[in-house]
């Protein structure tokens, strides 16, 4: 099954939101998930889009 450029982009926003929420969640109760955003920072050029090309 091919996934069309929209359904992907559409998991990715999905994804993104999804993640911002956790890391606002995390914030109000003074609580990290440092493993969790590594593992977010590094993947989301890929998730994104963008390459890690400068």
């Known amino acids: ?25 995390l914030r109000k ?5 440092d493993v969790f955003e590594d593992e977010y920072f590094f993947t989301l050029p890929a998730v994104s889009g963008s390459g890690l090309d400068y």
């Open 29 to 33: 109760s003074d609580k990290s998930d």
């Open 1 to 25: 099954v091919v996934k069309s450029f929209d359904d992907e982009d559409k998991v990715n926003k999905e994804f993104y939101v999804n993640c911002l929420a956790y890391f606002d969640a």
